[in-house]
């Protein structure tokens, strides 16, 4: 099992920054995929960013391309969202995911399917 734990999410103006951040514990020797998911009131789950961690490979939705940054911590299985440029449709919940034994496609081809979840953190950009 793995037990992920998002933090760092906040209410900011549109323009700001925010960084979120995703610890990974438990089972982790074999996680080499993790990622950030958001859903908005009334919309489905949305894949926003992967990293794959064997190699460093990342994956962003279109949306936030040029405006977040997904990195890997120097220590364990942690990584982070910077957010940059934020705008009020970035308003949501966003997750943390991780899968084990991923394949790189299948980690960065933008339909990932995580194993394990975190329990969210809300991000509210304000017009």
């Known amino acids: 099992q793995v037990q992920l734990v998002e933090s760092g999410g906040g209410s900011v103006e549109a323009g700001g920054s925010l960084r979120l951040s995703c610890v990974a514990s438990?089972?982790?020797?074999?996680?080499?995929?993790m990622g950030w998911f958001r859903q908005a009131p009334g919309k489905s789950r949305e894949e926003v960013a992967t990293?794959?961690?064997?190699?460093?490979?990342?994956y962003y939705v279109d949306s936030v391309k040029g405006r977040f940054t997904i990195s890997q911590g120097n220590v364990g299985k942690t990584i982070f969202l910077q957010m940059n440029s934020l705008k009020p449709e970035d308003t949501a919940k966003y997750y943390c995911?991780?899968?084990?034994?991923?394949?790189?496609?299948?980690?960065?081809?933008?339909?990932?399917?995580?194993?394990?979840w975190g329990l969210g953190t809300q991000v509210t950009v304000s017009a």
């Open positions: 990293l794959y961690i064997d190699d460093g490979g990342t």
């Open positions: 438990g089972d982790t020797w074999s996680t080499n995929c």
């Open positions: 995911a991780a899968d084990r034994f991923s394949s790189r496609l299948r980690c960065l081809d933008g339909a990932f399917g995580p194993e394990y």
